[in-house]
Structure formats: structure tokens, C-alpha cells
């Protein structure tokens, strides 16, 4: 596994730079290759994206979420990767934005690319696009402020609906939080969510 990670000082307060990378159908505008992101339930995506030269078709889930802190997420099939990015409130008006990932290359195209360091600069490019992005904007294209109990928070419940998480699955138990990625944030208060759930499109 690869592991890459970034930061960027973005000039915008942490809730809209947070409530933007909850936007995720909105990352074909900022994320070369990225061709669709679709929303397919409040933790799930199907991606189209052109990886060192390779069309690849995969979902992805997220695996954590907390509002104005953090997004972690992991491939559910080839190729493989998981990732955190991580938000930090260095003042009023700026947010370090933090980008974790690890990717698993497949095949000589693939492993070619990260050799050359093309994932890595991809990565980097991504995070200056946003900054743009979201700065020139001034404000997020929308939100969604629900909260994805990590596999470490047993008894937790999805999104305010009261309903357990059942062993196994996102922030149920059985599960031990492994990986170079850091570790979890903390828990927060069980409150609802301030917005409704994701559209399913």
C-alpha cells in the first residue's frame, strides 16, 4: 500500500469547508479524473474515475464521519483504498484541511504511476483545486450534517434515527480500527442531525 497525505490552509470557516466534502457528487469539479461521484445512501457512492491511465468503476463507503472534524472512507472492491481527510479550525476564517490515503496499485500501468509519484501529485492537485474551489464560492454548494459513528463507538446509532448499529457494520462491534490512518476523533454528542438525510439520486 501507498500512503500519501496533504494538507492545505483553506480561507473559509471549518463548517463550510466540511459541509463542501460532504457535497460528494460536487468532486468531479475539483478532483481530475474523477469523471461522476453518485450518492447511492447516506454512506455509499459508486465513482467513474480515470486512475494513472485506467478507467475504474468502484463504491466506496464511509466508514466515519463527524461534522467539522472528519471523513474517513474505504474502496468496497478493486482497486483498493481508504482514506481520512481531516478539517482543523486555525481560526475564524481558515481551515487546515487534511488528506490521508492509501492505495493499493494494480497491474504495471497502475504501479508505474505511483512510482512516478503521478498519484501523489494528483492528490495535491485535488486539495489546491478545492481550495480554489471553495474560496472562490465563498460558501458550500449544500450539506449534510449527519454523523457516521465509527466501528470503535459500539452501541451507537446511525444518524439520530435511534436504530443500533448492528455488530459488524459501521460503528458496530467486532470490529478492531487497524491501518496507518489516524486514529478515530472523538465521540460526539448524540444529538439528530441539522439537516435531513443525502438525496438518493
Known sequence: MSTIEHSEDVRVPVR?????WTQFESFPEFMEGVESVKQLSDTRTAWVADIAGVRRE??????????????????????????????????????R???????????????AGDWLQLVRMRVVG?????????????GE??????????????????????QPVPPGTIGGGGQEPGGTLPPPG??????????PPRPVL
Open 97 to 111: 484541511v487534511t488528506l490521508q490515503m492509501e492505495y493499493d496499485p494494480e497491474g504495471f500501468i497502475e504501479t
Open 16 to 20: 463550510v469547508a466540511y459541509d463542501q
Open 58 to 95: 468502484f463504491e466506496a463507503e464511509i466508514t466515519e464521519q463527524h461534522p467539522d472534524e472528519r471523513v474517513a472512507w474505504r474502496s468496497v472492491e478493486r482497486p483498493h483504498h481508504a482514506g481520512v481527510v481531516t478539517f482543523h479550525r486555525i481560526d475564524e476564517n481558515t481551515t
Open 141 to 162: 454548494t449544500g450539506a449534510w450534517r449527519g454523523d457516521v459513528p465509527g466501528p470503535h463507538q459500539e452501541g451507537s446509532t446511525y444518524g439520530g434515527s435511534g
Open 126 to 138: 485535488d486539495l489546491k483545486r478545492f481550495k480554489t474551489f471553495i474560496e472562490s464560492r465563498g
Open 186 to 195: 472523538p465521540i460526539p454528542p448524540n444529538e439528530p442531525p441539522a439537516m
